[in-house]
């Protein structure tokens, strides 16, 4: 049973590498057809396909009432994305960040999860004593109203880059421009394939853990999180290495933004979710952690290898702290 589970794993590595590959080449080749900016193209179409792990996970947990793994999946998600997805990045290649992600989507990101953590703790975060409260107590609740809001402002979201998309279309003198029914067939199997390898890696990686003894509880906060995040590390780093580094951000900024969005909305849309003392610490450790990276990006418009260090050891230690709570 080890064997086959180290099988699944690697044929997981192999479909979430080429998904990766073929995603990311029929991405900026609809870019060019389209004039759309490869950035764009990043915080929507490839963002949506790199969550869709994420997405099925929590809205799952969410039709089986498995709260905990809901919104943990999401936040523990988001943090790897921003420190560990960008910090690989960045440590290949330098990353640029471009003006409008730096001045529209990474504050929208912030934003986001600072009304996800008012709206659903705001009577335990104003009270006193609330951080001596047990890690298993209830200390909010994720409400319709709240996910509606949610979902309403991330529809206001895409819209409105779709909008700003076609007020400024890019100019590509590429004349060599691929046509856009084999881009549209490269990222329909880049997705298949990231979807599939994901799911793998995520099977693979809990049946390994159990055999080693490591707790369920354990496992979600570390294998599910990063597990359902390997489609954003995989895309990110293939983009950052074909030069496409725009895609690369607005790969990770458009999935937090989906994850706290779209999947959190639609889970506690499903069945409210009661957030317990541990998340609460882990939606206050992704707001530093956001801020922390929109401070590294906005210095020299750009994370480089030092930036790219310092975000893995903030995981690393964040890791720890999770571990031993």
């Known amino acids: 049973m080890f064997l086959v589970s180290i099988f699944i794993l690697v044929v997981g590595f192999v479909a979430l590498i080429k998904g990766a590959d ?10 060019k057809t389209l004039h759309v900016p490869g950035v764009i193209i ?34 523990g998600s988001n943090i790897f994305n921003l420190l560990c997805v960008l910090g690989v990045c960045s440590l290949i290649y330098p990353v640029p960040v471009e003006k409008g992600i730096l001045n529209r989507d990474y504050p929208v990101t912030i934003a986001v999860t ?10 335990t975060l104003f009270s006193t004593g609330w951080v001596h ?4 107590s209830n200390v909010g609740l994720i409400s319709r109203p709240l996910s509606i809001a949610l979902l309403l402002l991330f529809i206001a979201y895409i819209v409105y880059l779709i909008i700003d998309a076609k007020k400024n ?15 549209v067939v490269l990222i329909i199997i880049g997705i298949m394939l990231i979807i599939g390898g994901g799911q793998a890696v995520v099977y693979a990686a809990k049946a390994i853990a159990r055999t080693f003894g490591m707790t369920e509880t354990l496992i979600g906060l570390t294998i599910v999180a990063v597990g359902t995040s390997l489609p954003e590390l995989v895309t ?13 951000v607005g790969n990770v900024v458009g999935s ?28 206050i ?8 990276v929109y401070v590294f990006s906005g210095t020299k418009r750009n994370i480089g290898k030092r930036e790219g260090a310092i975000m893995l050891l903030i995981y690393l230690a964040d890791m720890v702290f999770a571990i031993l709570r």
């Open 236 to 248: 990110s780093i293939v983009a950052a290495k074909k030069g496409e580094t725009g895609m690369a």
């Open 133 to 136: 409260i047990d890690m298993d």
């Open 285 to 292: 450790i992704l707001v530093i952690v956001s801020v922390i």
């Open 22 to 31: 073929w995603f990311v080449d029929g991405s900026s080749a609809m870019a």
């Open 169 to 183: 279309p890019t100019e590509d003198d590429d004349i060599d421009v691929q046509p856009l029914w084999k881009s």
């Open 114 to 123: 600072v009304i996800v953590l008012l709206g659903a703790c705001f009577k």
């Open 42 to 75: 990043g915080l929507t179409i490839v963002a949506l396909g790199t969550s869709a792990p994420e997405l099925a996970v929590s809205t799952l947990a969410a039709l089986q009432g498995s709260n905990e793994i809901a919104i943990s999946n999401v936040v």
């Open 256 to 283: 937090n933004i989906f994850n706290m969005m779209f999947i959190l909305g639609l889970s506690s849309l499903i069945n409210p979710i009661d957030v317990n003392m541990a998340s609460l610490w882990d939606l």
